[in-house]
């Protein structure tokens, strides 16, 4: 059985390969995705000033390299959808690229120590809150998804008791098993283990 860590411990294992700092984490990172329906690639290159010419093979294990070295971001095309890290996570960003019918999903996690899931559809945020506090939502419909959380945990209060069983990678790997049920995708095998491509940012 996989630990209920797994798929944060799998995509930490995956960003930060040997020889990068085995002290870093996702927060201390900045680390921001996003996968976005309803629009082809050539169709969102501009708002992500993307080179489609300088695309190239790559697996997510080699984007920070990439990524420091050129600004590369990692893009990944499954099921309909498009995969991209790093990604703008601002909300009027999301607003703006989920206008005529598109939708988006975003998982970003930031110095602070904060993290944020956020769900927009055709121009509207559906729904927002922290994987490790979902009991606040925020948001047009803040209940939209709530079929299919069933199963997951997320750290949440029961009574005014904070229910310390769940731990935040707990709730990580909770939120990032949300999106693959939302895009009908695996997450670990096809996007965090397969191989896309980078795409470096217009010059």
Known sequence: MQPRTYLH????????????DAEMDL??????????TGADLDAL????????ATRAPCYLSEILDHNIDDGS??????NGWIGIVP?????????????DGRQALSLSMDIQGREYFKYARDGRMVVSFSPTWPEERFGDDPHALDHLMD????????????????EQYES?????????RITETDIATDWFQARHSRIRPVS
């Open 9 to 20: 411990d799998l995509l930490v294992s995956t960003i930060f390969t040997e020889g990068l």
């Open 45 to 52: 290159a501009p708002a992500f000033h993307l080179d489609l």
């Open 151 to 166: 199963g997951l945990r997320f750290q949440i209060t029961d009574g005014g008791v904070l229910d310390d069983c769940v």
């Open 27 to 36: 927060w201390a990172l900045g680390f921001s995705a996003l996968w976005i």
């Open 87 to 99: 990604a703008r996570s601002d909300e009027e960003f999301l607003l703006s690229i989920t206008e």
């Open 73 to 78: 971001d990692w893009v990944a095309e499954v």
């Open 172 to 180: 990580i790997s909770s939120a990032l098993a949300l999106i693959g």
